[in-house]
Every structure is written in C-alpha cells, then in structure tokens.
C-alpha cells in the first residue's frame, strides 16, 4: 500500500517539531536550572563581598572585578586590530590572493580551541615574555581569541553602510582615511560595537585559556601584572573541588546573566545594523 | 589625525591587516617548538598509535585518546546534528516568520552559556542518571557525546538555518506549483540545495566538540584506555592537555605539546573542510 | 544602609583596581601542589595583615610546577607535596613544613570499613574489581586516582608499592574533584589528603589504622607524605621571614587547625 504525501507529511511535522522542541527544552532546561539554583543566592552584597575561605563563604568580589578588567583589557586590544583589518579589507584593497590568505587566517584563528590559547598564553605571554600569571598575560590570550570575531562582524558592517555615503564623501572632495574616519566608521559603529560585545561575552564565559594565563588568584588585583580569577573560572573551581554547591550556583547565575545580557545587547545592535541594510 | 597622512595611516592598516594571521602563525609556531621536538625524538608512529600513556615511565602513546576524541565527536555529532537540522528545517519551512525570526536569536544567545556551566550539569544531572540508569561510571563516554551534542545545537540550527533561508524561493514555488507537499519540497528540493551549508555547520560543530575542554575534563572521567562502550570513562586529547599540564614537566610537558600540536592539525582540518564546503555553494562575496 | 553602601563601596574599589594606582608592595609569588594551596591561602591571609607592605599571591598548579616555576623564578616560593624530589629540584632548598596524611576514602553508604596494603593494591591495579571481594556489597568497584604527575598520586603509589595504575581508573585532577567524585558514586573509591576529609565521603582503615592526626603523629598510620616549601638559593629576606611564620608556633598551628600534621 502507498502511503499518502498527505500522512508522511504529517508525520514529518510532528518528527521535525517534535525535535525543535526537545532542542528548545533542553536549552531553557540549563538556563532555567542555573537561575533556579543560583537566583535565591545570588545578592549585590554577594557580587560586592570578598570570599572568605577559598569562596567556601563570603562573595564573589575579586572575581567580579576580574570577569569586568579582563574582557576590557582583550577588547581594548584586540579592537583596534580588528577594526583595522577590517577597514583594510573593505576600503582600502580589492579582492586578491592577499585578502583571501587574510580571510583565511582569520577564519582558522576563529577555530582553534580555546586550550590551544591557553597552551599558547602560557608558553608565550606568561612564560617567554616572562609577564606570569597576570591580568596582560590574559587579556592578551583573550585579545588574539576573540580578534575573528571583531573582524568579521565589523566586516560586516563596514559593507553594509550604502555606497552612496562613500560616493557623496569623496565627491566632496574628502581623502579615503577622511571618509572611513567621518563617514564610514561612524556609520558602522553599532555593528562594530556588536563584535566588540560578542568578545566581551566569550571573554566572560571562557575558562580553559584563562586558568592557564591570568591564573586563579582570589585576591583582589592591584595592578595588571597581577593574577586574577574570573566568575568562570571561580565556579568551575567551586563545583569542581566541591568547595561550596551553594556559592557555585550563585556565581554561574551571575556569569550566565552577565553573558547572556552582554549577547543580547549584541544581537540587538546587529538587528539594528541588519535593518538597515534590507 | 595629522599624526599620519593618508600614506600613513594605509600602511598602518596594511600592517595591521596582518595582525590576525601573524597571530594564528604565531601560535603555530609556539606550540609546534614545544611539540615537534619531541615527536621526532619519540617518532610519530608510536606518539600517534601506541596505548601506553605513562609519562612517569617515559610512555607518551595517545592512540586512546584519539580513538576518544573521534567517539566523543561522532557520538556529539550524531545527537545534534539530527536535532538542529531539524530544528533549522522546522523553523523555516514550517514555522511563520515572525516565529523564526523570534527563535533564532533565542537559540544564538544560548550559545554564549560557558562551557563550564554544561559541564557541570553533566556532573549533577547527567552523570548521575546515566550511572543508575545504564551502570558504569556515568562519568563517561556518553556523558561527554549528550553534553557535546546539546553544546553544539546553536551552532548547527543558526548555521542550516542561513544556509536554508538562502535558497531561493522560487526554487520552492516550482516544486510546490508541480503538486508537491510542503515535505516533499523541503527533501527533495530545499535541503539537498542547502546541503553544503548544512554540512558547513556540520563540520564547524565538529571543530568546536573537539576542541571543547572544560565540560568535557568534568564529565568524561578521564581514563587513559580503549572505550570498550559508551558507558565506559574516556579521556579526550584537549582533556589530556588541561588535566595533565599543571603538573608536567621536561619530556612529558613537551608530550603534552605534542598532542596540542596533534589537535591544532585536526581543528585546523576540520576548519579548512568547512571553509571550503561553504566557499563551493557561496562563492566570495 | 549597609546593603546601599556595599554596591558603593565595590563601585569604588573596582575604580580604583582599573585606574591602577597600587601601592609599592613586595610582591611574593607562591605555586605549586594543590594540596598545600588552601593553606598556603590562609597563612598568606594571616602573615599579610600583620606586614601590611607585603602582598603574596597563591597559585596550585600542582607540586611539578611549584619545582618548576621556584626554578625558573615564576614563583619566588615553590610548594611540593613528594616522598621524594625530583633530581631536577636539587637546585633549590627544601623546608619541609608539614605533613600530610593520605585518606583512602569511600562514599559513605559503602559498608566496607577498611582495608589493607595489599587490597588497596589490589584494587588499584585493578585485580580486585568488585567490593564482595573485600567484605562489601556486589557492585563493581570504580577506581579513581589522580593524573600522572601529582604529587598525591605519586607519593599514594610509592608508600602503598607495586601500583600499576588500572586503564579504567577515573582520573581527576585535584584532591576536590577525587572527593566530589567518590561523594557523587556509591561505588567508587580513591585517596586525598587527610586535610580535606568532610563529611561527604568516609575515610577507610589502613592496615587497621584510622587516618587521624594522632596516628600519622604517632606514626603507626603510613600513608603520609612531607609538604615542602622550595625557595631557589637562599631567597631575599622577606622570603626567610615568611617562611619562618609558616614554622612558628602560629603558623604550625594553623596548619594543624586546618587538618594538616605539623612538621615537629
């Protein structure tokens, strides 16, 4: 008997909506989970405490701090980087062998794994340039993870500003620089802010590259020569060596709502730059 | 901006365009001095294909943990390469717009929870129902390929579903003008026009599980042997690197390179695949 | 009020941290076994509010790379936690500043009390594969050790001898994960040191022993290895001067209330 388009249709909607549910649920399940958990401990006098005992008691202070210098310090280096490449590929070459070899260094950058980073940033940032476990020598290993990231969103939105602005801008009698600095780069601006966020969010929620470079000191740091320990770093160590359920909980509430806010302020603006564009 | 002329604010650029591949060449080149050394001296065909991995006893062999390290991703692909495909397919040929435009956001933004957050709730809940559920350890090859399979979900739905908006639309219109039913459309005339992006964010899924860490190192149990099954504890080559690093020094430090350098190939690999799988259908822009 | 000010109080505190200005301060790295870390933590804590011109930092890492990183100056104050150094570590001097005792520990719904020597080799080579072999229940026996390198391991495996560690052992990386995990298996079994023993998993009888501070004092119980601060030469005076803190009478002591065995 042939069974009908009809039936195997159906059949197909409810295998197909049925799969879209399960990835749904399982996704809300962990956010839902973490809150749930991590909400009722979760207080400003526990983000602006210090721990106490290894962060057994007490807050999530130093590690606070560490989670907001960090991802700083790696965008506010690897931004120029990206940006610049970015406007060198866009405005100043047209495509050549040269471009693509960019592009696809670019692309594998985006690849490795993040503790091949931390492999580097030890060898190279803590242990040859001799700058140790320390705020530069993780901001630095963040800088060169997240710089794809920057370069291709910025890309993306250094395209995106119409033709007409750049024709208007040198109609005027304005030089390549004086256009991208006055016409362009302000025009892609929430696009460029979109990378700059998305960094911010995976600097935030990476764990492997920055135990082995910024190290995992509690104390509050002084200076970027010293060490630190983000949010993520200080859960993984509290829920692994058992220190405290409790206080893991509160922190991964805390590091899943920095991160998820931080992207969505991302998603936003490259909605916005989207928009635009169609 | 007088600081530099238009000549030097180009050359500036020039040389920061730069920065990304001297970064990438300069990793290259860092893990590779610290791990090539020593798989010449070692010989690659034992480093790559011998069991015994006792650095104490001088014995680097990470065969098990290549053998691991393919099963973790092939079990992670097999979970949620189905589930996202899916997902994509539903949400675009079967779902209004105004739903999938709302969808995939949400989906995207999921991908931004720290691995370390999956990890640990495959140590509470997974690991725990997998060892009164099947025996065993729980902490195990299926804890890690579940836990992998359901991080990589965000990644296969956003990637399939650009790939599948791209196809045009009168591609559709054809197949369903000729009588066919939605289904029939989305399988024999949009996803197989999709098909390189969707294998795309196949492989890039790929690239991530093996990479992956962290969740991993805390639900895979981390033995050094051959899975004999799925419930059986395993160690991955990026687990072997994080566990093993904080305590190693001279030759087994230099082994623990090594495998870095073996994982930096296979992403790379993997990432060169997928460039050129996405590159085919799309063309330079 | 006092909940308003804190916020304002960190707000302040975090300028201060990105503007920063830090005070000229001695700085003193500590790394190395994790073990000792904890430890290290609260004696640095206590040493720094009465030398408020000093600043130590504490880092794990594990004892390999307290040796390393003492000898390559990333750590002015490397910790070890190894019955025997490395030959490599010749080049530093080694204060032994406690001991520490290694609990072989169980979960606690495991009915098996003790064991000895032999079933602890037994079990970690991986011969005896099912708790009914030693007077427990019929469940496999899930073996979980720590990475090649830890100075727990390697110690664990030199006092008991004849360890060939079983390929299905579960390995983690630190004494908190090997005691998560077994509080987390009914089945499983490994060793930590004495001084992170809770409530969540049972330490077993060696050889008849309980692992307590008055026998590892005492001598009879054997599981115990010596805790080594590595300085590279002689080290600076600042250095010298904490050190002799961890061996005075205060610092022993909290070594001691802390569950770690002082060094006398």
Not at chain 1, 49 to 76: C, E, H, K
Not at chain 2, 140 to 151: D, E, F, N, Q, W
Not at chain 3, 210 to 218: G, H, N, V, Y
Request: net charge positive; hydrophobic share 50%; charged share 15%.
């Amino acid at each position: 008997m042939r069974i009908l388009p009809k039936h195997t249709q159906r059949a197909a909607i409810a295998a197909l909506g049925g799969a879209t549910l399960l990835t749904l649920s399982l996704l809300v399940f962990i956010i839902v989970f973490v809150l749930e958990k991590g909400l009722p401990v979760l207080s400003l006098r526990f983000l602006f405490t210090n721990p106490q005992d290894m962060g057994r008691a007490g807050g999530i202070f130093p590690t606070l701090v560490g989670s907001v210098v960090l991802p700083l310090l790696a965008v506010a280096i690897a931004t120029p980087l990206g940006v610049g490449t970015a406007v060198y590929l866009t405005e100043y070459t047209r495509e050549s062998r040269l471009t693509r070899v960019i592009r696809f260094g670019t692309d594998c950058l985006a690849g490795i794994p993040s503790i091949i980073f931390g492999l580097f940033g030890f060898i190279f940032f803590v242990t040859t340039l001799r700058m140790g476990w320390s705020i530069i020598s993780g901001g630095l290993t963040l800088a060169f993870m997240i710089l794809p990231t920057i370069i291709r969103t910025t890309e993306e939105a250094v395209r995106a500003v119409p033709r007409a602005y750049r024709e208007v801008s040198y109609s005027l009698g304005a030089t390549r620089w004086q256009t991208v600095r006055r016409v362009i780069l302000p025009n892609a601006l929430p696009g460029i802010v979109t990378g700059v966020m998305l960094g911010v969010g995976r600097s935030i929620g990476e764990t492997a590259a920055v135990i082995f470079t910024a190290g995992s000191s509690l104390r509050l740091p002084s200076s970027v020569f010293d060490s630190t320990r983000t949010m993520a770093v200080h859960f993984y160590i509290l829920a692994r060596e058992g220190i405290s359920t409790e206080n893991a909980y509160g922190t991964a509430a805390a590091l899943v709502i920095a991160v998820l806010s931080v992207n969505l302020i991302a998603y936003w603006l490259m909605n916005r730059v989207m928009a635009r564009r169609s | 901006m007088k600081l530099f002329g238009e000549k030097g604010v180009e050359r500036l650029l020039t040389g920061i365009a730069f920065s990304a591949i001297s970064a990438l060449l300069l990793i290259a080149l860092f893990i590779f001095s610290e791990g090539l050394p020593f798989i010449m001296r070692y010989g690659l065909r034992g480093f790559l294909f011998s069991s015994e991995w006792q650095p104490q006893a001088g014995q680097f062999g990470i065969f098990p943990m290549i053998v691991a390290t393919l099963w973790v991703t092939l079990g992670a692909i097999a979970i949620g390469a189905p589930l996202g495909v899916a997902g994509a397919v539903f949400l675009t040929e079967f779902m209004p717009r105004p739903v999938m435009r709302a969808v995939k956001p949400t989906i995207e933004l999921l991908a931004g929870i720290p691995s370390v957050v999956y990890g640990f709730i495959g140590v509470m809940v997974l690991a725990p129902l997998i060892r009164s559920t099947f025996g065993g350890p729980g902490l195990s090859l299926l804890a890690a390929s579940i836990i992998l399979g359901v991080m990589i979900l965000p990644t296969v739905i956003s990637i399939s579903i650009d790939a599948i908006m791209a196809v045009p639309q009168s591609y559709r219109e054809g197949s369903l003008a000729l009588g066919a039913t939605t289904w029939q459309t989305v399988r024999m005339v949009t996803v197989p026009a999709a098909r390189s992006g969707i294998i795309a964010s196949i492989i890039l899924a790929m690239g991530r599980a093996v990479g992956e860490t962290m969740a991993v190192i805390m639900v895979a149990g981390n033995a050094v042997k051959l899975p004999g099954s799925a419930l059986d504890s395993v160690r991955t080559l990026t687990a072997n690197i994080a566990l093993e690093m904080g305590y190693a020094t001279g030759t087994h430090r230099q082994a623990l390179f090594a495998t870095g350098v073996v994982l930096f190939v296979v992403v790379m690999a993997l990432n060169s695949i997928a460039g050129l799988a996405i590159r085919q259908k799309a063309g330079r822009r | 009020m006092n909940k308003m000010l804190q916020p304002t109080t960190g707000a302040l505190l975090l300028a201060i941290v990105l503007t920063g200005c830090g005070r000229q301060k001695t700085s003193i790295t500590m790394a190395g076994s994790t073990a000792f870390q904890p430890f290290a933590e609260k004696l640095a804590e206590q040493y720094m509010i009465g030398h408020p011109d000093i600043s130590i930092t504490v880092q794990g890492g594990g004892s390999a790379v307290g040796i390393q990183s003492a000898l390559s100056g990333a750590a002015q104050i490397g910790m070890a936690d190894l019955v025997q150094l490395p030959p490599e570590a010749k080049d530093l001097t080694a204060v032994p500043v406690a001991r520490d005792g290694i609990a072989v520990v169980v979960n606690p719904a495991n009915t098996v009390a003790g064991l000895t020597m032999a079933q602890i080799r037994g079990i970690f080579n991986g011969t005896i594969r099912n708790w009914k072999d030693i007077g427990g229940a019929d469940a496999p026996i899930t073996v979980v050790s720590r990475e090649a390198g830890s100075g727990t391991r390697t110690s664990f495996e030199q006092i008991v001898g004849g360890i060939a560690l079983s390929k299905d052992a579960l390995i983690q990386d630190s004494n908190g994960t090997i005691r998560e995990t077994v509080a987390n298996d009914a089945n499983a079994v490994g060793y930590l040191s004495h001084g992170l023993l809770n409530e969540k998993i049972k330490a077993l009888q060696a050889d008849g022993r309980d692992c307590t501070t008055e026998a590892i004092m005492a001598g009879t119980y054997t599981l115990v290895r010596p805790i080594y601060l590595l300085v590279k030469g002689t080290g600076s005076e600042q250095i010298t001067a904490f050190i002799d803190y961890v061996l005075s009478p205060e610092g022993q002591q909290t070594i001691k209330s802390n569950g770690l065995i002082p060094v006398k």
